[in-house]
Structures are given as C-alpha cells and as structure tokens.
C-alpha cells in the first residue's frame, strides 16, 4: 500500500510540474543514480553499479535532446551533457569511483545552477523558463 502511495504521489507531482521543474526532477534523479552507482561500485556490486550508471546516462541523454538549439547556451550545455555521458561510460567500464565523483560533482553543479534559475524567474517559471 505504502509504494502505491509513493507511486501515485510522484505521478501526481510529475504531472503537475512545471517544464523547469520537470527539468530539475531529472537532474535531481541523475545525481541520484550517480551516487547510487557510486555506492554500488564501492561495494563491488557489478551489476547495481551497471544498472544505475545506466539510468543517470539516459537521463541526462534525455536533457541532451530537449535542448533547443537555436541559442548557444544550448550548444555549450549539449557538449557538457557529451562530456558527463563518455565519463559515465569510462566509470561504468572501470567501476571508477573517481571518475563518478567527477561526473556527480558536474551535475550537481548543473542541477543547483537550474534550482537557482528557478527561483529567481519566480513566476515566470511555471511557463517552462
């Protein structure tokens, strides 16, 4: 019963939110995943280690391709995303928990600078930034 809830609960705040807060419901379950993968890989297990390095990969393909790319912040953020994906896959390769730490550390910084635009359009932001 407690997961239905927790389902229903998240679908209702998925449907609910704003573009920008969509966005940053991605970034927040990138750095997620990361850590998860991170975890994972310090206690040896391959597979988790796998599995959730994978999730943060697509995820932050996912932002990669709803980029608009009619502005050049748009060019600089999809060679970033690029840059965080091959890591991810270096990491998931080697299990590094060095280079996890690299790509966590990028998306956090993304995410907090995305958390920050949201706040300061106030507003404006309920219409997707």
């Known amino acids: ?63 990669n391709g709803t980029l608009n790319m009619d502005y050049e912040v748009s060019k600089n953020l999809a060679m970033l995303y690029d840059y965080i994906v091959r890591r991810l896959t270096e990491a998931n390769i080697k299990k590094d928990g060095q280079i996890l730490k690299e790509a966590l550390d990028l998306v956090e910084d993304l995410r907090n600078t995305w958390a920050e635009a949201l706040k300061l359009a106030g507003p404006a932001s309920a219409a997707g930034l």
């Open 1 to 63: 019963m407690k997961d239905s809830l927790y389902s229903q609960y998240s679908l209702n705040a998925v449907m609910t939110a704003s573009p920008g807060e969509l966005t940053l419901m991605l970034f927040n379950g990138a750095v997620r995943f990361i850590r998860q993968g991170l975890n994972f890989a310090e206690e040896k297990n391959i597979e988790g280690a796998h599995n959730a390095i994978i999730r943060a990969q697509e995820i932050i393909q996912h932002l």
